[in-house]
């Protein structure tokens, strides 16, 4: 009878053990860190499995690996964003040399090299500024008064499974900034698919026709930067974004 009393309490307590355990599991529900990635210029971090590569191939000649195409004289391991091809025939080559009315090659696409799917935003600032335009025409534009202007222009292409979260952009540090959803060609935001290579965004800018002396060498350039989070998980893309901010400003 004695053994049988000791066994029922070792049971007991083992069952209460658990549970204790079960709930400060629970409990660290809200401070579970989701699986996202994020890209901007050269600064980037993984964490988690999410793994998108922002890749310009004519803007640097980046790959969708990450790699980079390399010139004649040099193996592929020796290749970098600055010799990235034979004729050196590249965007950031070409916007070495800016003039109004001038289109350089810029073509941001994105691979998700992960074996998750996760939602995906792509933002693109573009810089502005208050100056005289002329149209392509050569007249001039606003009566020849100054107007805020955005110094680049782009065409987004059609197949590449994107579209604008607004159709206005946000105004930010002298920018204006618009962000675009995958949608995959519908007009609702799904996941990027694992293994998934989105085509470029755009393939080309162009330069505003801005009257000379106007802008100087400092003028910012065109970004494009990305965020990406799991979709596993999340009943709705707004959930998953929700945990992504409160993530990223926790």
């Known amino acids: 009878m004695e053994k049988t009393k000791k ?30 990635d994020y890209e901007l210029a050269s600064n980037r971090f993984t964490v988690g499995k999410v793994d998108f590569n922002l890749y310009e191939s004519d803007w640097d000649g980046e790959l969708p690996n990450g790699e980079y195409a390399s010139p004649s004289d040099a193996t592929p391991s020796d290749a970098t964003s600055s010799d990235a091809s034979p004729s050196n025939a590249l965007g950031i080559k ?21 074996k998750n799917d996760a939602y995906l935003r792509m933002t693109v600032k573009v810089p502005v500024a208050s100056v005289i335009t002329v149209a392509d025409n050569g007249v001039v534009n606003n009566n020849g008064e100054e107007a805020d ?75 494009v930067d990305f965020k990406a989070i799991q979709s596993g998980g999340f009943g709705s893309p707004d959930e998953a974004w929700a945990a992504y901010e409160n993530q990223s400003h926790g």
């Not at 066994?7 to 355990?21: D, H, L, P, Q, S």
């Not at 070409?94 to 998700?112: D, L, Q, S, T």
């Not at 499974?161 to 007009?187: A, R, V």
């Open 7 to 36: 066994k029922k309490k070792i049971r007991n307590r083992t069952k209460a053990m658990i549970a204790i355990g079960l709930i400060a599991l629970l409990s660290l529900g809200g401070t579970m860190a989701y699986m996202t």
């Open 94 to 114: 070409e916007a070495e040399n800016m003039y109004a009315g001038k289109v350089i090659r810029k073509n941001p696409a994105i691979k998700n090299n992960s």
């Open 149 to 223: 202007t955005e110094l680049f222009t782009y065409m987004v292409n059609e197949d590449c499974g994107m579209q604008p979260l607004s159709p206005y952009p946000k105004e930010e540090d002298g920018c204006h900034i618009y962000e675009y959803i995958y949608t995959g060609g519908g007009q609702h935001e799904i996941p990027v698919p694992a293994g998934h290579d989105i085509p470029p965004l755009f393939d080309t800018v162009r330069f505003a026709n801005v009257v000379g002396g106007q802008i100087d060498e400092k003028t910012e350039f065109i970004h």
